[in-house]
């Protein structure tokens, strides 16, 4: 039965974009085009490289002339580092360890140790949703030196593997780390303690003459006297401990002591040679600062938290196989790679042993830009591995030095410029590839229908041009035109991917006059609620399907909604233009009154 339609005079894709509900640059999370597949040839990576490395000889021999910088970066479509770059001292190193530092060096990237359980557990199948004591039932019997309730006890019943892993657990940060047992005197505000009111061992190196290494029996005896931080689930708190409950339940699952686990089914089928569980190695590896700082401290029970040691080389081909799915199938990738909570700051949130940093400031469109960031810091040392992965980019950063040069904050603001400097080339990269493959003029003579993509300083692919049957649909019966984006939806075959439409009406102006009256930032971006609510014969009016042919060129864009397969013409007669520098518009402007004189 063929069911009667009423004409509607001008109908357009304007109607997609539902009333003062749709910003422009409002992208969907995710890249908003594939990576650059070459960056290493980009001039633009290039540039920003050599920026880069003067950058960080000028810093490292005016501000930390005492400290080992090793620097690496990876694309995950070409074999090669494009980036891999070391810095040996001015003021030299300990002479026991290395004499030069290259990608072999060794470093300890500490609490980087922290993925590891995480991703055993995964690996296994285990539930980041299972309980605890599930694997650990032993986790009852705690010992805790109160009446139990609410403030004195851990609610281990209620604490999942997930909770563990994203340090959503409430329970404590530490169990060695305690100042009653560190021999300096603090002060009259300290009374004295006997020895049964702190911890009987301590993290050997620390104060080896007086305290033992920890142990697991210490753990299982005393942890319960520290009181719960959070109830589970509140607010995220780092533990330490809770990524060694992690590693006791890989021991339980695999029936495998963790080390050998972590050996045989991560480092050595990734061929991670120089990364230790814990042990240190050799010391003629190793970079080492003139005082030793902790090279070679055994953190005990601890070590699945924060005592590995790794180099640039090792972390790379780490961080190489998530992005490629080597370790984890895709979706389970996704999963581990995504936040889980906030933190008390608007940049940062938590993950499954991640803190997955978040910016706007580092693209023209200003859009969201997340990098799943897993640092380390121990007494000399700092660490960070990097994933971008909406640009598919690796970045480890590892630093050995003394204590005043070799600091946190070095390692947040060396993580900040690379970020900072790498990714808008890499975005132009990826652009200039786009502009080849999706660029240009798409037509279907037969039924009078052309579209155009595109590219330009905003995210994704521009639609500038959408006529189909001889109608604009870019128009509304007001003359008010719609601007349409095109993002990719990671889902795709061989010779086809699907791609999705963000659709505004909104002027830049009308788009600030509605931010101004919410409290809330970036109010105006519902694409969380816009995306396939328009159908028509069970075919969404967002989604375009490029057809790809053998060599995987686009050959065609299929709008399936409308029923016309667009054939690609030609490339598209416009290329981005680089944006006018502030300077640049300052003497066009000079130039412009300078000529209306005359």
């Known amino acids: 039965m063929l069911i009667k339609k009423v004409a509607l005079q001008g109908v357009s894709l304007a109607w997609l974009a539902l009333p003062l509900a749709n910003a422009w640059y409002c992208p969907p999370p995710g890249p908003v085009l594939p990576a650059a597949k070459s960056p290493s040839t980009s001039p633009h990576i290039k540039e920003a490289i050599d920026d880069l ?20 970066a990876k694309s ?4 090669t580092p494009f980036i891999s770059h070391h810095i040996y001292p001015i003021g030299g190193l300990n002479t026991s360890g290395v004499a030069a530092i290259d990608e072999e060096t060794v470093y300890r990237v500490s609490s980087v ?47 999942t593997i997930g909770m563990l892993a994203s340090h959503m657990s409430g329970i404590a940060a530490e169990y060695a780390v305690d100042l009653a047992a560190v021999p300096f005197d603090l002060g009259p505000a300290f009374q004295a303690l006997d020895e049964k009111s702190f911890p009987p061992c301590a993290v050997t190196g620390l ?31 780092y533990s330490n401990i809770g990524i060694f409950l992690l590693s006791l339940v890989v021991e339980v699952v695999s029936k495998t002591p963790y080390d050998t686990f972590i050996q045989q089914n991560i480092l050595g089928p990734l061929g991670m040679t120089n990364t230790t569980t814990g042990a240190a190695p050799d010391v003629s590896y190793g970079a080492i600062a003139v005082n030793h700082t902790s090279w070679g401290l055994d953190l005990g029970f601890e070590n699945p938290s924060g005592g590995f040691y790794s180099n640039t080389k090792d972390l790379l081909a780490f961080g190489n196989a998530i992005l490629e799915y080597k370790l984890l199938d895709p979706v389970t990738t996704r999963k581990w790679l995504s936040p889980v909570a906030f933190t008390d700051s608007s940049g940062v949130m938590v993950g499954y042993s991640w803190e997955i940093m978040r910016t706007k400031n580092i693209t023209g469109d200003g859009r969201i830009i997340p990098a799943n960031y897993k640092s380390g810091h121990l007494p000399g040392y700092q660490a960070a591995l990097i994933l971008v992965p909406d640009y598919d980019l690796v970045l480890t950063i590892l630093v050995a030095g003394p204590l005043h040069e070799a600091t946190e904050s070095l390692l947040q603001h ?12 890499l975005e132009q990269a990826a652009k200039d590839d786009a502009l080849i493959r999706y660029g240009g003029i798409y037509s279907d003579p037969a ?51 699907a791609w999705r439409s963000i659709t505004s009406t909104l ?3 009308e788009v600030e006059t509605i931010e101004s009256g919410l409290i809330w930032e970036q109010g105006t971006c519902p ?28 050959k065609s864009l299929n709008y399936r909604a409308l029923g016309v397969n667009f054939e690609k013409n030609q490339a598209s007669p416009k290329t981005q233009q680089q944006e006018p520098t502030e300077d640049l518009v300052i003497l066009l402007r000079a130039l412009l009154v300078k000529l209306e004189s005359k």
């Open 414 to 425: 060396f993580g900040s410029r690379f970020i900072e400097r790498m990714v808008p080339p």
């Open 207 to 237: 104060n080896p003459e007086t305290l033992p290494r920890c142990t697991r029996a210490d753990f299982f005896r005393d942890f319960g006297v520290r009181h719960p931080v959070f109830a589970p689930g509140t607010a995220p708190v």
């Open 53 to 72: 490395f003067a950058a960080l000889k000028l810093v490292s021999e005016t501000w930390y002339p005492n400290t080992a910088i090793s620097v690496a």
């Open 447 to 497: 039924s009078n229908s052309t579209l155009r993509i595109e590219l330009d300083h905003g995210p994704g692919l521009s639609l500038t041009e959408l006529t189909v049957r001889g109608t604009n649909l870019l128009v509304d019966p007001f003359g008010k035109p719609a601007r349409i984006r095109l993002y990719p939806s990671n889902l795709k075959t061989k010779g086809r991917e």
């Open 76 to 79: 995950l479509h070409e074999e």
């Open 507 to 509: 002027t830049d102006e």
């Open 113 to 159: 140790s922290k993925l590891f359980p995480v991703l055993a557990l995964l690996r296994l199948g285990v539930s980041l949703e299972d309980p605890v004591i599930k694997y650990l039932p032993e986790l009852r019997s705690i010992r805790v030196a109160e009446a139990p309730d609410a403030i004195t006890t851990v609610d281990w019943e209620h604490i």
């Open 527 to 554: 694409t969380l609620g816009t995306l396939d609510r328009r159908g028509y014969g069970y075919k969404s009016l967002d989604e375009f399907i490029f057809e790809l042919d053998a060599s995987g060129s686009v």
